[in-house]
């Protein structure tokens, strides 16, 4: 059976298994390897995306770890990967502040962080940001 869905800025229609896992299909079948394997275990956050959800007329969108989430539960969601955050391939406030402040290392968990740092200001306590509240976004990455 297919599963429809939007992945960045792509609708999508696939028959691959909807057990196959989101973090498996985005990176050997659509070929964007930003989201990142790590533990494969959903405790490092290095596979974070944002998936939307149509809730009262506007998309929701929340941080899930791919590795953990099978691809048929995106039916008819709006995916979002690293790739899909910097559309028309510039540097996010997001990502022009991880590089003006040295705020990776290896770099292998950047993306992970960068799409949970997108979702804490996209997300509504954002209008009242505080540090917790930022802890609390980013606490699902190592």
Same mark, same amino acid.
């Given at each position: 059976?297919?599963? $429809?869905?939007?992945?960045?800025?792509? !609708?999508?229609?696939?028959?691959?298994?909807?057990?196959?896992?989101?973090?498996?299909?985005?990176?050997?079948?659509?070929?964007?390897?930003?989201?990142?394997?790590?533990?494969?275990?959903?405790? +490092?956050?290095? +596979?974070?995306?944002? *998936?939307?959800?149509?809730?009262?007329?506007?998309?929701? !969108?929340?941080?899930?770890?791919?590795?953990? =989430?099978?691809?048929?539960?995106?039916?008819?969601?709006?995916? *979002?990967? /690293?790739?899909?955050?910097?559309? %028309?391939?510039?540097?996010?406030? *997001?990502?022009?502040?991880? =590089?003006? $402040?040295?705020?990776?290392?290896?770099? !292998? +968990?950047? %993306?992970?962080?960068?799409?949970?740092?997108?979702?804490?200001?996209?997300?509504?306590?954002?209008?009242? %940001?505080?540090?917790?509240?930022?802890?609390?976004? /980013?606490?699902?990455?190592?």
């Amino acid at each position: 059976m297919t599963t $429809h869905f939007w992945l960045n800025d792509s !609708y999508v229609e696939t028959d691959e298994s909807k057990g196959l896992l989101v973090l498996d299909f985005v990176r050997k079948h659509r070929r964007l390897t930003g989201t990142k394997e790590g533990c494969k275990e959903g405790d +490092c956050g290095a +596979c974070a995306i944002l *998936v939307g959800t149509l809730e009262d007329d506007r998309v929701r !969108y929340e941080p899930v770890t791919s590795c953990l =989430v099978p691809l048929g539960e995106m039916e008819g969601k709006h995916v *979002v990967t /690293i790739e899909g955050l910097n559309f %028309p391939r510039e540097l996010t406030p *997001v990502q022009r502040a991880m =590089v003006d $402040h040295g705020g990776t290392q290896c770099g !292998y +968990c950047t %993306p992970g962080f960068v799409v949970s740092k997108h979702w804490f200001l996209m997300d509504e306590s954002a209008a009242q %940001p505080t540090m917790d509240r930022f802890k609390r976004a /980013i606490s699902g990455n190592l």
